[in-house]
């Protein structure tokens, strides 16, 4: 049995809908990654899972149990780290842990005890004692880390957990999350970081305008789209023209397939062949249109072309996209509700 | 990471008694709200000063006013005395949302909430503690400087008297104002609330001049609020021998006593909680 069901969840802010039938299950000692990029529906799932939101209609349980009905046992078997990093500045780093426990019922002696251990993890013990007012964004995080396993929660829950942050906080975090996934810990992470999901994650979902629209692990994925991906470039940087005009030539070729215009990268055609012939086919069909190749390499596929290939856009621009159509303040406003 | 013995310890884990569990919450809650009155002492220091000077300004502006409006011809200063005690014990009160709206607002409230809480209702109480404690230590200001200006002092069962109405008072208004923080958009909507309610309440009220002094539709207006209620069982105290079930409010509806004054006031808070619990319980059980 799958830790976490999610079932068909669907949520609207006003007339924006965030979710859309959104199925997803979470198995036992994963570590889950969510890919989608900003809007996409990730923290609204994540939200409702850790009973901050209702879902307008759908089913979520956790460990067998309905979430919406058992809020208060789910609550205290999940650690959730939100994305907005909230802490009281005026408390110290330590005292906000001991709230924390407090909050989980902790008994006194095994809080303190596991405040001690988590300053020692997470090598805080520099500055817990101080206000954490004076933190820097690693150093919150860090914290939040330490809030989110305080408890010992059996699902850690991470909305976004390096956005914003340097090289040297995010690479501690991220070794901490793989020391974790080696103890059969099972996480839930949200990210907009391709190389994040792809170096931490055994199980992944892309997420895409609230719908699964891929999920495997992350091998599994790529290895879907086949081994011999190819970038061709008729030019540094093609028109949309160009692009599409190559598209039609070489669409129809013997063993070319999954083919995309990588509009990001210059109008770039990105697309699989089943082996060598197919390129020779293809060079002396441009040939004979009188089309130069200014560059043509092969590679492995990356979780970049797993999304392009979903979604018919990179993930790059999907965030572009989506960031101009939103109004984050009035999110805020809708989901403080 | 040390989670090998985590099964095993589990009984150890957590607080397993309901009662204990809610006492921890708002113990932890409360020691929250504490921690950072001691770290930015001034609005406890400008709590207490504001008083001080709303006493001796308004003490000193009616000064020379005629007394005989005033019940039992007491002087100006001594009527105002419990006025002033129990608007500043209502302000505080009132305010109590705000430090919640911006948790809110903030992201820290999330944490709250996401946490198994016995019960959301200790988010209230530790308001309530927090604002007691801080209406006693103005409370103590005010008699303190009542006294020296010769305004007098209640006797013990007065005293404890004083407590007991501003609690009850306290309890209500912090209900309310916590209850709009959670029901209202954003800080600004809830300061706005705060800005409409706090002075009306208080020039509607007995703390200022007695309802006999009253334009007939104020008086109406006077002996449905639930200052009134407050502020006279503690001037009573204030006027030597304490005796709660003689008449204290002369109000258009009818005569109403102490007790009467104490039990219309409960009534009111009690009301008041019962009616805001389901918007702290809005975010799923």
Known sequence: MPLVELRDLEKSYGAVKALRKLTLEIPQGSLFGLLGPNGSGKSTTLRILCTLLEPDSGEVTFAGQNVLLNSREVRRNIGYVAQEIAIDKILTGRELLQLHGDMYHLQRKYRDGRIKELIALLDMSEWIDRRSGSYSGGMRRRLDLATGLLHEPELLVLDEPTVGLDIESRSKI?????????????????SHYLEEIDELSDKMAIIDSGRVIAQGSPEELKNKLGDNKVTLKVREFSTKSEGE????????????????????????????????????????????????????????????????????????????????????????????? | MTTTNSKSISSTKNQDSKILQFIQEVQALTLRLFLQLLRRPSTLVAGILQPLIWLVLFGALF????????????????????????????????NAGLPLM????????????????QTRSSI?????????????????????AAFLLGYGWPNFL????VLLTLLILIFGVTSL?????????????????????????????????????????????????PLTFAI???????????????????????????????????????GLFFIIRPLLNRKLI
């Open chain 2, 63 to 94: 000064e020379n006013a005629p007394t005989d409006f005033l019940p039992g011809g007491i002087g100006y200063g001594r009527f105002l005395g419990a006025g002033i005690i129990v608007f500043t014990a209502f302000s505080g009160a009132l």
């Open chain 2, 158 to 161: 007065g005293f404890i008297l």
């Open chain 2, 102 to 117: 911006f948790d809110r607002e903030f992201g820290f409230l999330n944490r709250l909430l996401v946490a198994p809480l």
């Open chain 1, 174 to 190: 991220w070794s901490l999350l793989k020391t974790l996934r080696k103890e059969g810990k099972t996480i839930l992470l949200s």
């Open chain 2, 177 to 225: 104002s916590l209850g709009l923080a959670f029901a209202l958009p954003g800080h600004i909507e809830l300061i706005a609330v705060i800005f409409v309610v706090n002075l009306p309440l208080l020039f509607a009220s007995t703390a200022l001049v007695p309802i006999s002094f009253m334009p007939a539709w104020l008086g109406w207006l006077a002996s449905i609020n």
């Open chain 2, 232 to 270: 006279e069982p503690i001037r009573a105290a204030y006027c030597g021998s304490l005796d709660l079930g003689s008449v204290l409010v002369h109000a258009p509806y009818g005569d109403i006593t102490g007790y009467g004054c104490l039990f219309l006031l409960t009534v009111l808070s009690i």
């Open chain 2, 124 to 144: 209230l109480f530790s308001a309530v503690i927090y604002i007691a404690t801080i209406s006693v230590l103005q409370s103590l200001a005010i008699m303190g």
């Open chain 1, 245 to 337: 005009k190559v598209k039609d030539l070489i669409k129809d070729l013997n063993g070319v397939h999954d083919l995309v215009i990588n509009y990001s990268q210059g109008c770039s055609l990105n697309f699989f062949v089943d082996d060598s012939e197919s390129l020779k086919l293809l060079r002396s069909k441009l040939d004979v249109e009188g089309i130069d190749i200014f560059s043509l390499s092969e590679s492995r596929p990356s979780l970049d072309d797993v999304y392009l290939h979903a979604t018919g856009q990179t993930l790059m621009d999907a965030e572009l996209e989506v960031a101009s159509k939103r109004d984050l303040k009035k999110e805020a406003k809708e989901a403080m509700k």
